[in-house]
């Protein structure tokens, strides 16, 4: 739902990251945070993208709002020895005023390869030229890419995991049946095997309950996110 009381007021600067912990399952511990846009406004009201995104592209300031939560989020990890990823559009990866504001940034900073950039899946492949452009400049910092909103299909595993990328996100549920739905775990099965073969992580993602969990350990992933660990905070523990 869209917010009204903020609409006369808004401001990128009352936009902040909130930190969602990744977890590594093997370790119990953190592996990364992703890093999630926020308003905030004056009365401390806490309101999700989906309801002030419209604020944005109103104002035709998209490209500032990526700059805006990765110059936050690259402040407040700078000194902590923690890999951190922000999430970027199809836009992001196709301006290159944006890939001049990402060198400037990562050429000054400490460890780049801590950072990581979430695209989905639908981006990357909707422009595999710019994609490629994009993922060059990301390598030469360092810098990862996770695919994110990943449809488990036949043909969308041979195509993303065509591309350079170091990780890519699979909602939990999809893990979940017991079923006799036999083409549902070929495609499971297809899906770690390459990750497996290509060297990418998987990350169960969207993980809310102890049973969701329990089958994706059963299946070897190794890292997860969800509500079950931590819902996104202002700061880290």
Not at 2 to 20: A, H, M, R, Y
Not at 50 to 77: G, N, W
Not at 86 to 94: G, K, R
Request: proline share 3%; hydrophobic share 40%; with cysteine.
């Amino acid at each position: 739902m869209q917010i009204t009381e903020v609409t006369d007021s808004f401001s990128l600067e009352c936009v902040v990251p909130f930190f969602q912990p990744i977890m590594d399952l093997e370790n119990n511990t953190v592996w990364s945070y992703e890093c999630l846009a926020r308003l905030v406004n004056l009365h401390d009201n806490t309101y999700l993208p989906s309801q002030f995104l419209f604020l944005v592209e109103r104002q035709h300031t998209v490209a500032q709002l990526t700059e805006t939560i990765f110059k936050r989020s690259a402040s407040y990890f700078r000194d902590i020895n923690m890999a951190w990823n922000i999430n970027v559009s199809l836009s992001d990866m196709t301006d290159s005023e944006t890939h001049q504001f990402f060198r400037s940034q990562l050429g000054d900073y400490p460890n780049p390869n801590r950072v990581s950039v979430e695209i989905t899946a639908q981006n990357a492949l909707a422009d595999l030229q710019s994609f490629s452009r994009f993922a060059e400049m990301c390598a030469d910092y360092g810098v990862k890419i996770i695919i994110d909103h990943f449809d488990l299909t036949k043909e969308n595993v041979e195509k993303v995991f065509s591309l350079p990328v170091a990780a890519i996100k699979v909602q939990g549920s999809l893990f979940e049946s017991d079923g006799p739905d036999t083409t549902n775990s070929e495609l499971i099965a297809l899906l770690i095997s390459a990750s497996k073969k290509n060297d990418v992580i998987l990350i169960a993602e969207r993980i809310e309950q102890r049973e969701t969990l329990t089958k994706v350990r059963e299946l070897g992933l190794k890292y997860a996110q969800g509500f079950y660990f931590s819902q996104p905070k202002a700061n880290v523990d």
